[in-house]
């Protein structure tokens, strides 16, 4: 059981800033030290939250099955009470509990089957170098824009059904739509998050129409005309799910690429050792995902009564695991701050863990390894322009631009 060496009041300024009050930190991790030094396990009982930053605490709690999805009017209440976010759509099976996500997960999972992501190296290789064909043309270029963005939407599009021509359209609105996975929200967030769902819903009912009439190779299609032990999804499950697998599929897929490659530019020393050392590439991307995590926090509900790191959680309570936190656990990766491409020291939290675990992490680990693979073959120098900003959300971290010179190998 840990100690608390603060007052809840000292630290609440701290943790609040965490949630994104007023804004979130450019740079959280000097703050989640902070707190997880202080209180490993904060409970703030005006907002009724608890803030685990320990890697052992936050990977106990994806685990638990009494920590779960809460009811939505209970979920408005994390949202900082700022304003009743209403849901026009069904909920996806990110914000399900069993056995209802348990029926969406097995349906969608068909897709995602090891063989089948494996089997998409190649095309996500050609894929890439249309990209970078881009960049080198350029010398100078947005990484965000010209390969974080177009890779990442391009694969999940071709999964799902959405054509290339219509990609670049979801960009800003996929930022709206993920807003809303923030803990605390401003009304013009949710207001802007609402216009994207609609957006989404709308495409997506056309989508599905379509794919009815002229089924194609797609996961749309596939969903459409699944049954599953004589279960099927209703039109508005379809459409939750694709918009979940196709938000879901890029938002984070984008920023891996993009802060990975921000880390191995503020890291020279690192980027010659992948360089000159290939195989480094899984553990490189591994170390990506752990220093950058794309998703920084989840949050979770307790179903029942419960115990997590020594402390009784009671039924009704709210938790926000910090993963990006649980990432620089010192407890677990020593020496956590530094960003070591041959670092083996177990999986970081960024794909979550228990029934929830990313259901598009092989797909992602994929697309990453393939894209610093094929990056460090085309050009023989990478030199950051200007730092970057990263934006203005605390569960997706990822940077508005990342000004590169490129220069051909
Ligand atoms: C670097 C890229 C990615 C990261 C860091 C990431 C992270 C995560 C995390 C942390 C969760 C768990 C959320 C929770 O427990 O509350 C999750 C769930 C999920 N992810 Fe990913 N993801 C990535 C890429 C993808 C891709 C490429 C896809 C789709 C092809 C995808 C589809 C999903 C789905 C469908 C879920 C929900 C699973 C469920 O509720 O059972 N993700 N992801």
């Given at each position: 059981m840990s100690t608390v060496q603060a007052t809840a009041e000292e630290l609440r300024p701290l943790a609040v800033e965490l949630l994104g009050s007023p804004a979130p930190p450019q740079d959280p991790y000097p703050k989640y030290h902070q707190l997880r030094d202080a209180a490993p396990m904060y409970r703030d009982e005006e907002l009724g939250i608890w803030f685990l930053t320990r890697y052992a605490d936050c990977s106990e709690a994806l685990r638990d099955p009494r920590l779960g999805r809460a009811p939505e009017d209970v979920e408005s209440q994390l949202n900082g009470g700022v304003r009743r976010q209403r849901r026009r759509q069904r909920p996806s099976m990110l914000f399900l509990n069993p056995p209802e996500h348990t029926r969406q997960r097995k349906l969608v999972n068909r897709g995602f089957t090891p063989r089948r992501v494996e089997s998409m190296r190649p095309h996500v290789a050609e894929l890439t170098d249309e990209c970078l064909d881009r960049i080198a043309e350029q010398g100078e270029a947005d990484i965000m824009d010209l390969l974080a963005f177009p890779l990442p939407v391009a694969v999940i599009g071709e999964l799902v059904g959405v054509p290339r021509a219509e990609q670049a359209q979801f960009r800003d609105v996929a930022q709206d739509l993920t807003a809303r996975l923030d803990p605390i929200q401003s009304d013009e967030k949710v207001d802007r998050a609402e216009v994207a769902a609609d957006f989404f819903r709308e495409y997506f009912l056309d989508l599905i129409s379509k794919r009815r009439a002229e089924p194609q190779d797609d996961l749309t299609s596939l969903l459409v005309q699944a049954e599953e032990s004589g279960d099927v999804l209703d039109e508005d499950e379809i459409i939750s799910v694709t918009i979940l697998l196709f938000a879901a599929g890029f938002e984070t897929t984008t920023n891996l690429i993009g802060s990975g490659l921000l880390a191995l530019l503020r890291n020279p020393g690192e980027l010659q050792r992948l360089r000159d050392d290939r195989s480094l590439l899984p553990s490189a991307v591994e170390e990506m995902l752990r220093y950058e995590s794309p998703v920084q926090v989840n949050g979770r509900y307790a179903l029942a009564d419960t115990e997590i790191g020594g402390h009784p959680i009671r039924a009704g309570e709210s938790v926000v695991t910090f993963l990006g936190a649980g990432n620089r656990d010192p407890e677990q990766?020593?020496?956590?701050?530094r960003f070591d491409v041959g670092r083996d020291h177990g999986a970081a939290l960024s794909f979550g863990g228990g029934i929830h675990y990313c259901l598009g992490a092989a797909l992602a680990r994929l697309e990453a390894q393939v894209v610093f693979d094929r990056l460090l073959d085309r050009f023989a120098t990478l030199e950051l322009l200007e730092q970057p900003t990263f934006r203005p959300s605390v569960t997706l971290r990822g940077v508005e631009e990342l000004r590169v010179r490129c220069e051909p190998a």
């Amino acid at each position: 059981m840990s100690t608390v060496q603060a007052t809840a009041e000292e630290l609440r300024p701290l943790a609040v800033e965490l949630l994104g009050s007023p804004a979130p930190p450019q740079d959280p991790y000097p703050k989640y030290h902070q707190l997880r030094d202080a209180a490993p396990m904060y409970r703030d009982e005006e907002l009724g939250i608890w803030f685990l930053t320990r890697y052992a605490d936050c990977s106990e709690a994806l685990r638990d099955p009494r920590l779960g999805r809460a009811p939505e009017d209970v979920e408005s209440q994390l949202n900082g009470g700022v304003r009743r976010q209403r849901r026009r759509q069904r909920p996806s099976m990110l914000f399900l509990n069993p056995p209802e996500h348990t029926r969406q997960r097995k349906l969608v999972n068909r897709g995602f089957t090891p063989r089948r992501v494996e089997s998409m190296r190649p095309h996500v290789a050609e894929l890439t170098d249309e990209c970078l064909d881009r960049i080198a043309e350029q010398g100078e270029a947005d990484i965000m824009d010209l390969l974080a963005f177009p890779l990442p939407v391009a694969v999940i599009g071709e999964l799902v059904g959405v054509p290339r021509a219509e990609q670049a359209q979801f960009r800003d609105v996929a930022q709206d739509l993920t807003a809303r996975l923030d803990p605390i929200q401003s009304d013009e967030k949710v207001d802007r998050a609402e216009v994207a769902a609609d957006f989404f819903r709308e495409y997506f009912l056309d989508l599905i129409s379509k794919r009815r009439a002229e089924p194609q190779d797609d996961l749309t299609s596939l969903l459409v005309q699944a049954e599953e032990s004589g279960d099927v999804l209703d039109e508005d499950e379809i459409i939750s799910v694709t918009i979940l697998l196709f938000a879901a599929g890029f938002e984070t897929t984008t920023n891996l690429i993009g802060s990975g490659l921000l880390a191995l530019l503020r890291n020279p020393g690192e980027l010659q050792r992948l360089r000159d050392d290939r195989s480094l590439l899984p553990s490189a991307v591994e170390e990506m995902l752990r220093y950058e995590s794309p998703v920084q926090v989840n949050g979770r509900y307790a179903l029942a009564d419960t115990e997590i790191g020594g402390h009784p959680i009671r039924a009704g309570e709210s938790v926000v695991t910090f993963l990006g936190a649980g990432n620089r656990d010192p407890e677990q990766f020593p020496d956590p701050d530094r960003f070591d491409v041959g670092r083996d020291h177990g999986a970081a939290l960024s794909f979550g863990g228990g029934i929830h675990y990313c259901l598009g992490a092989a797909l992602a680990r994929l697309e990453a390894q393939v894209v610093f693979d094929r990056l460090l073959d085309r050009f023989a120098t990478l030199e950051l322009l200007e730092q970057p900003t990263f934006r203005p959300s605390v569960t997706l971290r990822g940077v508005e631009e990342l000004r590169v010179r490129c220069e051909p190998a």
